[in-house]
Structures are given as C-alpha cells and as structure tokens.
C-alpha cells in the first residue's frame, strides 16, 4: 500500500512538472509571436539612439577642429551620447530578457521598473497607432517575488490588447493608461485602461479561456497564459467595461513578504 502511495506521487509529480513544462513552453512561444508584431517598433527603438550617437559624434569632431576648441559643446555632445547609449543598452537587455527561454525566476522586483522597461519596447507601436500613453504609478510601489519575464509578458499582452482595441477609433483621442497602487486584501495592483470599443457583455466571461478570441487571426492563448502567470504569482486577472468608452484589465499580485527574500 505505502508502494502504491509513492507511485502515485511520483506520477502526480511527473504529471505536474510535465504541465509546467508545457505552459512554459506556451508562453515563450506567445512571447515570441507578440514581440514578432513589435518587430519594426523595436527596430526603431534601438535605432534612434543610435543614429544620435552618430550625430553627436560628428557634431563632437567638428566643435574640437575650431581654434579653440567648444569644449562645452563637445561636453554636452558626449553626455547626449552616453545618454542615448544606456537607452539602446537597457531596449536591447529587455528584448534579450523577453527572449530566453528558461525556467521561471523569481525575484525581488518593483513593478513600476517593471512597467517603465516595457515601454521601451512599445514606445513606437504607440506612436505608430496614434495613442497616448499615460502612466499613474504609485510611489514608494512594494516589491513584489516574482518573474520578471513573466509579468513583463502579463503587462506587454494587455498593453498591445488595448492598442489594438483602439484602431478603429477616430471620433476621439486614442488613450492608453497604465496605472499601479495598493489594491485590496493586500494586494498590488496594475490597470491598463483604454478608449477603445470595448467588451461585448456576451465575451465578458469567456476572456479568459484558452482559445477564446475575438481577434480574426487571434490563437486565443494571450489571456489565457496571462492568466495563468498571475495565479502562479498569488493574484488574479479581470476585465471590466469603462464607465465611458473602453475597457480595463486589472491584476493582482501578492507583495514579497519578508521570508520570500
């Protein structure tokens, strides 16, 4: 009987660790598709800074040829470019993060840093869709335990979702907020509210089911591995209708207590 016992464990254990393995496989292949329709906004984020490197630097050669040389000018040239410099770095670590492919790892993170790396990587797609982007993050944000990969992906897939809701929109401004504070029971929260055309009433409860999608070249896996990644992290995913146009995807996610570090 107490053979049976750990057979059964064993089995359950293997089961489990073979469904992880599958989700996490899911999401880096969703990662990808979502990063694949980012691809020109991404190219043109690293660009840019490093197009006013060049420029800086040629501006830099022309001010040290005068006698005497701009010394402040050249100054303030070499300061634009490291400047530019870190920007490229941080668009291409973040890229490179959301790219492996490994196992979940948790850490100490602050979702404000969290949302502020994302928009790196979707600054263009912003501009190229007409949208504003507002962010309302709360100071002095608590940490919470978790991946960073993972919550960047939760964010990026409802960021995109609320781009593309906003296409058609042309009798008022295309708005997109992102917004984090201490929620309820503990918990912290992030909104990502748009002006879009909203939620039918009917898809309300089937959002987040696999496959489910509204999209006609949608998988319907996005909310599905959103939701997912959020359970894993102690919290919980919803959708609600504005009170004027759009809709609003709200999650949850426990702080670090003082035995997770």
């Known amino acids: 009987c107490v053979l049976v016992s750990l057979m059964d464990v064993t089995e359950r254990n293997r089961t489990q660790e ?13 990662r990808l598709t979502t990063l694949g329709e980012l691809t020109a906004s991404i190219a043109h984020e690293v660009n840019q800074p490093l197009a006013a490197i060049v420029t800086n630097g040629e501006a830099c050669l022309r001010w040290l040829a005068y006698r005497p040389p701009e010394l402040e000018e050249v100054r303030g040239a070499v300061e634009s470019m490291i400047s530019d410099g870190v ?35 979707v600054e263009r797609e912003l501009l190229n869709n007409r949208v504003t982007l507002r962010l309302e993050l709360a100071p002095a944000l608590r940490e919470v335990f978790g991946d960073r990969v993972q919550l960047q992906q939760v964010i990026m897939n409802l960021v995109i979702n609320g781009i593309q809701s906003m296409a058609s929109v042309t009798d008022r401004p295309r708005e997109l907020l992102i917004r984090s504070c201490e929620g309820e029971d503990d918990q912290l929260m992030i ?18 089911n696999a496959f489910f999608t509204t999209k006609p070249n949608g998988m319907g896996m996005g909310l599905s591995i959103c939701r997912s990644i959020i359970e894993a ?5 919803w959708a609600s209708s504005n009170v004027g146009p759009g809709a609003t995807f709200t999650f949850t996610v426990s702080p670090a207590r003082e035995s997770s570090s």
Do not use: C, Y
Request: aromatic letters at 2%.
């Open 233 to 237: 992290h102690g919290g919980r995913i």
């Open 191 to 208: 909104e990502v509210r748009d002006r879009g055309s909203g939620i039918d009433p009917r898809d309300m409860q089937q959002l987040f």
């Open 18 to 30: 073979a469904l992880q393995q599958a989700q996490a496989e899911l999401a880096h292949v969703t």
């Open 87 to 121: 920007r490229a770095s941080e668009v291409v670590w973040g890229l490179r993060e959301l790219l492996k492919k490994s196992n979940p790892q948790r850490t100490l993170l602050n979702l404000n840093e969290v949302i502020e790396q994302l928009v790196l990587l």
